[in-house]
């Protein structure tokens, strides 16, 4: 359950970006979770809810979209969509697969006043 | 208004670890973050594995659990510089609780430090700590389900020891499909078979792991 400090790590990056841009009010935010990271992405929203709760933050939207799989081939180059996390080519039967998506966890968006 | 912020959430935690790392690099030290679930055998490895490398290089623990000091207690016995973390709670090392140690444990009289982490086959795996790479441990009993469902971990590690393999004749379980399910995750993993129980495997695993250590 590291979903607590990941949600920390995310209400630090909002808090230093509202002062940037000078604004007091978070309407939402939104998140990649990609689809390899090792998140619960329903105990993250509830982490964040909690830690938001009678804070300056609270009534934010944690929007989460979760970013599928997709690995390239370093042997013959195919991109193509990792399914049940079997990185192996499918064109080619190669196991050497770089990740090209689907594995960060990262802030896009967030809407303020 | 909308702001576009583009971040990586765990950035304050790569930094750090990337800090240490740097560091690690400077004095020349190799640093290995072992993981696996609880009682897979990760201080057995370490015990069985101070026994047959103290002789060719200088080695340090870092001992991450929620609570207590017993693997600590365990490793001081082969004395060897260990320093043990509490994270009271937390299901992980971060790099910052990497970092806090160094004024516990003198690094530049090591060649090699393994930072054993929290008992755990998920969250670990998310968190740096400034480790040249990650080693894992499946035992046998675990069942040859677990790539499948914890596929970070088996991802991200270089080395994976499937230990206990003394228990197999008890087992309704077969090394093959075991190997066969992690390398679906990750064909490049190195794999070896051990039991700390009875040695078999770790003269393979310790040779590896020599020619892995910086010069």
């Known amino acids: 359950m590291h979903e607590m400090s990941i949600a920390q790590s995310l209400i630090d990056i909002i808090r230093d970006e509202m002062t940037k841009h000078h604004v007091s009010i978070l ?37 989460m979209e979760i970013v599928p799989l997709e690995g390239r081939c370093k042997d013959c180059g195919n991109a193509f969509e990792v399914k049940e996390y079997v990185f192996v080519c499918p064109s080619c039967g190669g196991g050497n697969i770089e990740t090209i998506r689907g594995q960060d966890l990262s802030i896009v968006e967030m809407e303020v006043e | ?62 001992e991450g659990d929620i609570q207590s000091s017993k693997d600590a207690e365990r490793i001081a016995k082969k004395d060897i510089p260990v320093v043990q973390i509490n994270t009271g709670g937390a299901c992980h090392l971060d790099g910052n609780m990497i970092r806090e140690t160094f004024n516990d444990i003198n690094l530049d009289e090591l060649d090699l430090l393994v930072v054993e982490n929290v008992g755990n086959l998920v969250c670990p795996a998310e968190f740096k700590v400034g480790e040249d790479f990650k080693v894992m441990i499946l035992s046998v009993t675990e069942g040859e389900d677990k790539p499948a469902k914890y596929p970070l971990m088996f991802r991200e590690s270089r080395a994976l020891l499937i230990n206990k393999v003394d228990l197999l004749p008890y087992l309704d379980i077969s090394l093959a499909s075991i190997r066969e399910e992690a390398l679906k995750v990750n064909p490049n993993l190195i794999i070896f078979e051990v039991s700390c129980k009875t040695g078999e495997g770790i003269r393979e695993w310790c040779s590896w792991l020599k020619g892995e250590v910086k010069e």
């Open chain 1, 27 to 63: 309407r939402s935010v939104k998140i990649k979770i990609g689809k390899l990271s090792a998140i619960v992405p329903d105990s993250l929203s509830f982490c964040f809810d909690i830690m938001v709760q009678g804070s300056d933050l609270a009534g934010a939207r944690l929007v």
């Open chain 2, 1 to 62: 208004m909308k702001i576009t912020v583009v971040k990586n959430i765990l950035e304050a935690n790569d930094r750090i670890a990337l800090e240490n790392r740097k560091l690690f690099d400077q004095k020349g030290l190799t640093v290995i973050n072992l993981m696996s679930s609880p009682g897979a055998g990760k201080t057995s490895l370490l015990e069985r594995t101070i026994e047959i490398l103290r002789e060719d290089m200088r080695i340090g623990v870092i």
